[in-house]
């Protein structure tokens, strides 16, 4: 059972048909990453992630990208997704909630989490080209699937304004690091308590 006080670290092997992944993240960590996922822009997106949400973020992926990069790219949201939920323990004394609007030049994207115990994703995303490099961008969504469903997190992610959608993409990614990093930081007044009235998230 981790709570703020002790190491929020975790590490996940996951193994299928289509991918073989290992992430450790360290909810309190500087901010560093070491990626490896096979797809150059996915990789720049979860450091993004690790930078902005001040976590250390390790994903090694091996995957199937002689057909395409959905299963690594859903694969690794859900190893990640099962890190957060073990990293944050029983969520004692965690602030819970966090929201960031984060901007890049033309683009502007808002994204707020819960640390709810329930599953559940709403997106406004409307990509401007259906590709970055070799990033699908319909795999923003499956990437985030994954996570809320094994993080068990709500979160609500809107991009707001945009026209290049590298900058889309990487608003909401950052986005998502900053209202990670305010959702998971120890609450002082919360004196180590659940952030529920039910008592359990």
């Known amino acids: 059972m981790n709570t703020p006080s002790s190491p929020r670290v975790a590490e996940v092997a996951r193994d299928t048909a289509e991918t073989r992944i290992r992430v450790r993240l360290d909810l309190d960590g500087a901010g560093q990453s070491t990626l490896n996922t096979g797809i150059g822009f996915f990789d720049h997106m979860l450091e993004q992630i690790a930078r902005h949400g001040m976590i250390d973020l390790d994903v090694q992926c091996q995957g199937d990208l002689h057909v395409d990069g959905h299963h690594t790219v859903e694969d690794v949201g859900i190893a990640i997704g099962q890190a957060l939920k073990q ?81 889309q993409a990487e608003t909401i990614f950052k986005a998502f690091g900053r209202a990670l990093r305010m959702a998971v930081a120890p609450d002082a007044r919360a004196a180590g308590q659940v952030p529920s009235t039910k008592g359990v998230l």
């Open 87 to 167: 990293a944050v323990g029983d969520k004692r004394g965690i602030a819970r909630y966090g929201h960031s609007y984060v901007p890049l030049d033309e683009a502007l994207s808002r994204v707020v989490i819960d640390f709810s115990g329930r599953p559940g994703l709403v997106t406004d995303v409307r990509f401007t080209s259906g590709a970055v490099g070799t990033f699908d961008t319909q795999l923003l969504h499956e990437f985030f699937q994954g996570l809320v469903n094994h993080a068990f997190i709500t979160l609500h992610i809107d991009n707001l304004k945009g026209s290049n959608a590298h900058h």
